[in-house]
C-alpha cells in the first residue's frame, strides 16, 4: 500500500486525487494547501483525514510514502527538496521547476535520497504517446530529424499565478511550450540540445476584456497582473543534427485554438496531435495510416490515470520513471535558453 500526500489543492490536483482515491493499492492520507478555505473544501468532499497548510507539516507526517506536488511553479524546486530529504517519493507537476540551477539542485536530492522522483511530462503517458512510442522504438519512423509542434491558444491566460512571472517564471512557453518540447524531445529520443533560437512576445497582454469564451483558469483567477509572454516560438537544434520548431501562445490573433505535434523521419513520418497519424512510403505509393484507437487526440483524464498509475508502480515495484528527473532538467535547459534567446537577440549555444 502506497500511502499519498497531495500538496496544492488546486485546479489539477483533482486530476492526481481522483486516479489516487481509484487506486487499489493507494491510500490518500493527506493533503496540502495554503488556502486554508480551499484545503477544508477539497480535504471534506475527498474524504482526506491530514490537512496541513504548511507542507513542511505534512512531510513531516512519517505516514506519508509519497507526495504530488501541485503547488505554483516557484514553489516546485524547494518543496521537491523538501519531499526528498524528509524520504519521500515525488511527482512533482511540470515544469520541474523555473531555472536550470534549481532544477540540478532538485536532482542532486533526488540522487542522494534513492527515492523516485517523476517529472508531470503527462503527454508522456498518453495512450497515442505510447502507440506511437512503440512504432518509434521499432524503427518505423527511421531517423526522426526534424519535429515540428504547435499549442496556440487565441484566448488561455489562465491568471492569477500563471500570469506573474515570479511565479510562473514565465507566460506561454513554461506551461504549455513544456509540453510541446517535452514531448516532441522524447519521441525523437532525447538527444543532446546543442543550440537555441527563440522569440517571445507579450504584444496582446491577457485580453480580459473578451467576453463569451471560457478557458482553463487558476484557482484563485485575477486578471489584474499580466506579466508574462503571450507568445514564444523557438528552434532547437540537437546534437544528432535533428531539429525541433515550436510555437506557442496564451494569447494570439488565430482564427481558433490549434494544437498540433509532428514528428519526420527517413522512413516515415506521424502526427500525434491534432490526431495520431502514421505517414510512410510503400511500393512507391505515399500511405496515411489511420491508427484505430478509442481517443484520436489526447486524452487529458485518461493521461493523468495512467501517469499516477505509473507513479505509484514506481514507487512500490521499482519500476524506473518514464520522466525522470535528468529529463526534467534537459527541458528546463532548453526553456530556459529560448528565454535568453529571445532577450540578447542571439542563438544560446549549451
Ligand atoms: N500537467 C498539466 O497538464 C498541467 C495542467 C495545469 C497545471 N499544471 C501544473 O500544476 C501546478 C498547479 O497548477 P494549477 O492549475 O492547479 O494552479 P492553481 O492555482 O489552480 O492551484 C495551485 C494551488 O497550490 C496552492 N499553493 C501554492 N503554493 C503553495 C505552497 N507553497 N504550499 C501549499 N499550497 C500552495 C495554491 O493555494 C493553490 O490552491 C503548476 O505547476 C502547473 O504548471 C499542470
Known amino acids: 500500500m502506497l500511502k499519498v500526500g497531495v500538496i496544492g489543492g488546486g485546479s489539477i490536483s483533482q486530476f492526481h486525487i481522483t486516479p489516487y482515491l481509484l487506486h487499489n493499492r493507494v491510500e490518500l492520507v493527506a493533503l496540502c494547501d495554503q488556502n486554508e478555505q480551499r484545503l477544508t473544501e477539497c480535504g471534506n468532499q475527498y474524504g482526506v483525514t491530514h490537512m496541513y497548510t504548511n507542507y513542511k507539516d ?63 511530462f503527462v503527454r508522456r503517458h498518453g495512450n497515442n504517446s505510447n502507440i506511437l512510442k512503440q512504432f518509434i522504438d521499432q524503427d518505423y519512423l527511421g531517423e526522426i530529424y526534424y519535429a515540428k509542434a504547435s499549442c496556440l491558444r487565441r484566448l488561455g491566460n489562465p491568471g492569477g499565478w500563471f500570469s506573474d512571472k515570479s511565479k510562473s517564471g514565465g507566460g506561454a512557453l513554461m506551461d504549455l511550450g513544456v509540453h510541446m518540447i517535452d514531448l516532441c524531445w522524447y519521441l525523437m529520443g532525447r538527444p543532446r540540445p546543442v543550440s ?119 514507487c512500490l515495484d521499482g519500476k524506473s520513471p518514464v520522466a525522470p528527473v535528468e529529463d526534467g532538467v534537459e527541458v528546463m535547459k532548453m526553456l530556459n535558453a529560448i528565454y535568453e534567446s529571445a532577450q540578447t537577440g542571439k542563438e544560446v549555444y549549451l
Request: glycine share 6%; net charge negative.
Open 58 to 120: 505534512l512531510l513531516a507526517n512519517k505516514d506519508v510514502d509519497a507526495v504530488s506536488i501541485c503547488t505554483w511553479n516557484n514553489t516546485h524546486a524547494e518543496i521537491a527538496i523538501a519531499a526528498l530529504e524528509a524520504g519521500k517519493h515525488v511527482l512533482v507537476e511540470k515544469p520541474l521547476c523555473m531555472t536550470v540551477e534549481e532544477a540540478l539542485a532538485v536532482e542532486a536530492a533526488a540522487v542522494k535520497s534513492g527515492k523516485v522522483l517523476l517529472v508531470g
Open 196 to 314: 537555441v533560437s527563440g522569440n517571445t512576445y507579450s504584444k496582446l497582454g491577457n485580453r480580459s476584456n473578451v467576453k463569451n469564451l471560457s478557458f482553463y483558469k487558476a484557482a484563485d483567477y485575477d486578471s489584474s497582473l499580466n506579466n508574462v509572454e503571450d507568445l514564444a516560438n523557438g528552434l532547437i537544434r540537437f546534437e544528432n543534427g535533428a531539429s525541433l520548431a515550436v510555437d506557442v501562445s496564451f494569447t494570439l490573433q488565430a482564427k481558433e485554438d490549434q494544437v498540433s505535434v509532428k514528428l519526420f523521419g527517413d522512413k516515415g513520418g506521424a502526427e500525434i496531435e491534432p490526431e495520431l497519424i502514421i505517414v510512410t512510403e510503400q511500393n512507391d505509393t505515399i500511405l496515411n495510416i489511420l491508427p484505430q484507437v478509442d481517443n484520436k487526440s489526447f486524452d487529458f483524464a485518461g493521461s493523468f490515470t495512467n501517469e499516477i498509475n505509473h507513479f505509484v508502480e514506481c
